[in-house]
C-alpha cells in the first residue's frame, strides 16, 4: 500500500475557479512535505516545501497546508489559469521520498 | 538555473533488446536518481547514486542495471528489454544533504 494517498486523481474545473487537492500520508517521522508540478511530458518541479513543524506555505495563487497530527495535506490553488493543467504529486520525505501518484487537474476555458 | 537533461524523449524498442537511458546534470550535484512512473502508482525509485562509482539500488531495481562513471552522467541500462519495462523515466539530481530533487523531462519508453 503507497504511504502517500492523494485524492481526486483527476479533476475539472473552469478557469479562474478555486480547487483543493488533498494528500494523505502515513510516512512516520517524516522531516518535510513537498508539492510538485508536472506538466505533461516535462518532469515534475517543486511548488512548495514545508517541515513538521510548518502548517502553511504559498506561492504566488498556490498554497499548501499540513497538518501533522491527522497526517493530511492539501494544496489550495486560486484563480485558475489554463497553464495549471497538468499533475500535482504530493511527496513526503523521511530518509528517502515517497511519491503519490498525483491528482490530474484540467482547466477548461 | 538547475538542468538536467535526458538522452530521449521518446524512445522504441524490441523485447530482448539492451537499452541505455542517459542523464546528465550541469550543477555539479552529488547525488542522482532514476525513477519510473507509471499511472496510479506514482514515481518508483529504481538505484540512486550517492557520488561518483557509488550505486544503491531503490525499491524495484530488478531488470536494471547503472553506471556513475563521471559525477555529471548517471545511466540506466536495461540488460534484455522486457514489454513491463515499458514507462516513462524521470532522472532527477540534488546536491548532497539538500532536499529538493531536481527531475530531467523524462524519456517515455516503449518496448514491443
Known amino acids: 500500500k503507497n504511504q502517500v494517498e492523494q485524492s481526486p486523481q483527476s479533476l475539472i474545473i473552469l478557469e479562474g475557479k478555486n480547487c483543493t487537492l488533498q494528500c494523505n500520508y502515513t510516512v512516520s517521522p517524516f522531516s518535510n512535505l513537498r508539492w510538485y508540478k508536472q506538466d505533461t511530458g516535462r518532469g515534475p518541479v517543486s511548488l512548495t516545501i514545508?517541515?513538521?513543524?510548518?502548517n502553511t506555505k504559498s506561492n504566488g495563487r498556490y498554497t499548501a497546508t499540513l497538518d501533522a497530527d491527522t497526517k493530511q495535506s492539501s494544496l489550495h490553488i486560486t484563480a485558475s489559469q489554463l497553464s495549471d493543467s497538468a499533475s500535482y504529486i504530493c511527496v513526503v520525505s523521511e530518509n528517502d521520498m515517497r511519491f503519490g501518484a498525483g491528482t490530474r487537474l484540467t482547466v477548461k476555458p | 538555473d538547475v538542468k538536467v537533461t535526458q538522452s530521449s524523449r521518446y524512445l522504441v524498442k524490441r523485447t530482448g533488446e539492451k537499452v541505455f537511458l542517459e542523464c546528465v546534470q550541469d550543477m555539479d550535484h552529488e547525488n542522482m536518481f532514476w525513477y519510473r512512473q507509471d499511472p496510479g502508482l506514482g514515481l518508483r525509485l529504481i538505484y540512486f547514486s550517492y557520488d561518483v562509482k557509488m550505486k544503491e539500488k531503490g525499491d524495484i531495481p530488478e531488470g536494471y542495471s547503472v553506471s556513475r562513471e563521471k559525477k555529471e552522467r548517471f545511466s540506466l541500462i536495461l540488460e534484455s528489454a522486457s514489454t513491463n519495462q515499458t514507462s516513462m523515466y524521470l532522472c532527477?539530481?540534488?546536491?548532497?544533504?539538500?532536499?529538493?530533487?531536481?527531475f530531467g523531462p523524462g524519456t517515455r519508453l516503449t518496448v514491443l
Open positions: 532527477a539530481s540534488r546536491r548532497q544533504n539538500y532536499n529538493e530533487q531536481f
Open positions: 514545508m517541515t513538521f513543524s510548518e
